[in-house]
């Protein structure tokens, strides 16, 4: 089983977070949302999970019979994704911090409550001539 499970009395949460602490209020908040009558199957965790405002940010709760809006939140479309690759641990340097960089200057992230032009990589004036191939060529 390559996630943590946690059991409730109605459906499972299952918390793809290796490595990554959970908070305890955001677990909470889950085991909570898990414990709704209209949950289906399970809820699953993303490891960006934090504790959120009527949700847990970085979760997944399938419903049926039921819609939670408080469960979209503003960041929706907020792009994050997991890719599986061909590359092994071995392929990886032993410090990650410089290909960490490279990802992060190369990929939009972040933004301020009013969406301005500060927003770290913001999207609306991506760099001219930004590329993956540095990233993922090494």
């Keep these: 089983m390559n996630y943590e499970l946690l059991t409730t009395e109605n459906a499972p949460v299952k918390m793809w977070t290796k490595g990554v602490p959970v908070e305890a209020d955001a677990r909470q908040q889950l085991i909570n949302t898990a414990k709704m009558p209209f949950i289906f199957k399970h809820i699953a965790v993303m ?78 004036n991506p760099r001219n001539g930004l590329s993956w191939r540095p990233v993922i060529s090494g």
């Design 47 to 124: 490891p960006d999970v934090h504790l959120g405002k009527g949700s847990t940010i970085g979760s997944v709760i399938p419903t049926k019979g039921a819609i939670i809006p408080a469960a979209v939140g503003v960041d929706i479309g907020c792009g994050m994704n997991a890719l599986r690759t061909a590359l092994t641990a071995a392929d990886l340097p032993e410090n990650l911090a410089e290909l960490r960089q490279a990802i992060e200057t190369a990929v939009p992230h972040g933004r301020t409550t009013g969406r301005c032009k500060r927003d770290k990589g913001a999207w609306e």
